[in-house]
């Protein structure tokens, strides 16, 4: 059965660094969105992407957050320098048709 | 604001139990109500509901949406120890052209043997 996939699993950077955050959507998918999960809080919405655009972005979705596609398959999201607070559970999502999303297993971002 | 309130926010029951978890929301735009189970790390998807009063089914586990109600119930019948998770509602909403998803805190259920 197809799969979101993301990667690395975890990742542990320095407060002022850049991450990006990859994620392989399920194929013939179109819509695509990034969560995240705050250790011990609800799952946030951040931003969704369809047709090489930016459809909706969250107040969590400051000028330090990015995402492409950079080619067919990859959708990445970037942190462009990351702060403490940054550190959670980020989740990719993908969608055929914008109704029913599904979720990769996620990227553990840790910022010392 | 756009919320999802999800209760009990943690039970315990025995294998064979049946359970209901119950899920309220006040989402604009509201288009569609989703479940899933949250193991140790991704959500899965287990149901969306966009009709009010029709029920969706899958094996042992069952939801409705009642929109005049602004709610939804999910059941598990006959739990079994595989069903311990986090169960997670969220509203989908027409923001944008796609939509996204508002999450409640999700109910954390634990079926002991």
């Known amino acids: 059965e197809p799969e979101v996939t993301q990667t690395p699993s975890h990742q542990v950077t320095q407060m002022g660094q850049e991450v990006i955050l990859r994620c392989v959507p399920i194929s013939n998918h179109l819509y695509f969105y990034w969560y995240r999960q705050i250790l011990g809080q609800k799952v946030e919405f951040l931003v969704s992407?369809?047709?090489?655009?930016?459809?909706?972005k969250s107040e969590i979705f400051d000028d330090q957050f990015s995402v492409e596609r950079p080619d067919g398959s990859n959708f990445t999201l970037k942190i462009r320098s990351t702060k403490l607070e940054d550190s959670a559970m980020y989740f990719c999502?993908?969608?055929?048709?914008?109704?029913?999303?599904?979720f990769g297993p996620g990227t553990r971002l840790t910022v010392t | 604001e756009d919320k999802v309130v999800q209760s009990p926010l943690s039970l315990v029951v025995h294998e064979g139990d049946t359970v209901t978890l119950n899920c309220s929301y006040e989402v604009t735009n509201f288009r569609s109500l989703l479940w899933y189970k949250q193991e140790k790390k991704a959500p899965t998807f287990l149901f969306m509901l966009?009709?009010?009063?029709i029920e969706k089914k899958s094996g042992r586990l069952s939801s409705i949406l009642d929109k005049k109600e602004l709610s939804s119930i999910l059941n598990i019948t006959a739990t079994q120890t595989g069903d311990s998770a986090i169960y997670l509602c969220a509203g989908l909403n027409y923001g944008g052209s796609q939509g996204n998803l508002i999450f409640g805190k999700g109910t954390k259920l634990s079926v002991k043997p």
């Open positions: 992407f369809y047709n090489n655009e930016i459809s909706e």
């Open positions: 966009t009709s009010s009063g």
């Open positions: 999502a993908s969608s055929p048709d914008s109704g029913e999303q599904y």
